[in-house]
């Protein structure tokens, strides 16, 4: 059933940064390449218009740099660095989006948790319901989801035995919490996982997604929690509603050519549809290059 409650309608979001595992790769200093910014500020600006409040659940050094960048006025809940509280014991190479998981913990449902490279072009209030509602399911290729065998656990651990693992992954792109009881569960679960992982020589992307995504639907089931998907596996581009950067930004990380069309149009857009955020465009060296470029 769709509900056409307001406080479902006007959802209350957050955006997540943990800076760990960005230091962690720059070697030092928070860096965020220019076509993730723009699309970071199209994510928090159309969230704004059309779907209600964001806020930026991340750390001190991540609190910085949005100061510098200019771009602290982007979340109109402000930025919240509640991300210093991490738990300094979680390996930000492995679980590099623990941070998600631990901004979703301390925001009280119902709330949605956006990636900072999804881009809603529209009112989504009709894709929500009771259910909980993830980005879109991901089979379970053991490339990414292998055998859990394959994790090395401390002694004292040991997976639900309700735990379903026959069920498909859930991407968490987007992910809609409508209550607190799967919200508290499937989070107390992901941070037990990933205290418990032992041993060294691990694929960050295999025990993050495991964490973060496969154990959602596993959680949701032993709960009797139904959860949906915005979007089908096969057909997430036959859609205009939204925009998933994703796997997009290796090409434009890679081709100069795709990147300034890329972030051309993001800076058009962004003057377009918000011109008070030119002013901030053009202080920034990262962006100014491509407001120049329009003009």
């Not at 319901?129 to 004292?156: C, I, K, N, Q």
């Not at 002013?279 to 290059?289: F, I, S, V, W, Y």
Request: charged share 20%; aromatic share 10%.
């Amino acid at each position: 059933m769709i509900s056409n409650d307001p406080l479902v309608t006007r959802m209350r979001a957050f955006h997540a940064f943990w800076s760990a595992p960005n230091r962690l790769r720059s070697g030092g200093a928070v860096s965020i390449p220019d076509y993730e910014l723009l699309t970071l500020m199209l994510s928090a600006l159309k969230w704004r218009a059309l779907n209600g409040s964001i806020r930026m659940v991340t750390d001190s050094s991540g609190a910085a740099f949005f100061a510098r960048a200019g771009l602290t006025g982007l979340w109109d809940e402000g930025v919240d660095t509640a991300l210093d509280e991490m738990d300094p014991a979680l390996d930000p190479g492995l679980f590099w989006a623990a941070g998600k998981l631990e901004a979703l913990r301390r925001t009280p449902a119902p709330c949605v948790m956006l990636d900072t490279d999804m881009v809603f072009w529209s009112d989504i209030g009709t894709h929500l319901s009771d259910a909980a509602v993830a980005a879109h399911r991901e089979t379970l290729d053991p490339a990414v989801y292998p055998d859990p065998a394959v994790f090395s656990l401390a002694p004292d651990y040991a997976f639900p035995p309700e735990w379903d693992f026959s069920l498909p992954a859930a991407n968490t792109a987007f992910l809609y919490m409508p209550d607190e009881g799967l919200k508290t569960y499937y989070t107390d679960e992901a941070f037990r996982f990933m205290r418990a992982l032992r041993g060294g020589g691990l694929d960050p992307v295999v025990t993050m997604c495991f964490a973060e995504q496969r154990l959602l639907p596993m959680c949701a089931a032993a709960r009797g929690v139904e959860l949906r998907t915005l979007l089908y596996e096969n057909e997430q581009d036959a859609q205009d509603f939204v925009t998933h950067l994703w796997g997009h930004k290796s090409i434009l990380a890679d081709s100069p050519r795709e990147r300034v069309a890329f972030c051309l149009g993001c800076t058009m857009r962004i003057v377009s549809d918000f011109p008070a955020w030119a002013d901030a465009l053009a202080r920034n060296p990262q962006t100014r290059p491509y407001l120049n470029g329009i003009e």
